[in-house]
């Protein structure tokens, strides 16, 4: 089973900066990546998909790059709505299989 | 509007079952690959089940043999027969949108809540 590790678990930063974070697969899995913001008490938002895609209604400030093992999500100012947990997850190629990082918390100071 | 809605969800004895269903409305449910997440109170997501659009089905480990996935086009439908239920598997549970050959699922439903407990 393909494992994914999300660095780091917490994140602490102020409107306007920078945030980045990492998503790392245990082998390959090409460019079968997305990424996910979730708030509480809501389901999973779609912001990412096939590593570098931004889904329908994203901002431009979320930006996704990476192939084979190694991933990250950009969000280039934050914004205090950008406060959430972010999930990588990714597809296995045959059967297709699917898991979750285990999730990065962002905080806005 | 695109929408998916879940239902069915309760408290159940271990080793009971439990059916969920999702209606999805607003899209061609026929086109989607169909999927099922849960996640327990305070940890990540976690892959349940998956159904492609032609109708292959697909499972991780932790449910196979245990958990069952259909759809019913003709009523817009996703379904999760659960049996042999275990106190492990108290989550809510989400139906989720892919498109087939895109990793994203881009549309979620807002859960049901599923609770095994004596």
């Known amino acids: 089973e393909i494992v994914l590790t999300q660095s780091p678990a917490t994140l602490s930063l102020s409107p306007g900066e920078r945030a980045t974070l990492s998503c790392r697969a245990s082998q390959s899995v090409s460019s079968y990546l997305a990424w996910y913001q979730q708030k509480p008490g809501q389901a999973p938002r779609l912001l990412i998909y096939d590593a570098s895609n931004r889904a329908t209604g994203i901002p431009a400030r979320f930006s996704g790059s990476g192939s084979g093992t190694d991933f990250t999500l950009t969000i280039s100012s934050l914004e205090p709505e950008d406060s959430a947990i972010y999930y990588c997850?990714?597809?296995?190629?045959?059967?297709?299989?699917?898991?979750f990082g285990q999730g990065t918390k962002l905080e806005i100071k | 509007e695109v929408q998916l809605v879940e239902s069915g969800g309760g408290l159940v004895q271990p080793g009971g079952s439990l059916r969920l269903s999702c209606a999805a409305s607003g899209f061609t449910f026929s086109w989607y690959d169909m999927h099922w997440v849960r996640q327990a109170t305070g940890k990540g997501l976690e892959w349940v089940s998956a159904i492609a659009s032609a109708g292959d089905s697909y499972y991780p480990g932790s449910v196979k043999g245990r958990f069952i996935i259909s759809r019913e086009n003709a009523k817009d439908s996703l379904y999760l027969q659960m049996n042999s239920l275990r106190a492990g598997d108290t989550a809510v549970y989400y139906c989720?949108?892919?498109?087939?050959?895109?990793?994203?699922?881009?549309?979620w439903g807002h859960g049901t809540m599923v609770t095994v407990s004596s």
């Open positions: 989720a949108r892919a498109r087939t050959g895109r990793i994203g699922f881009d549309i």
């Open positions: 997850q990714q597809r296995s190629n045959w059967p297709p299989k699917y898991t």
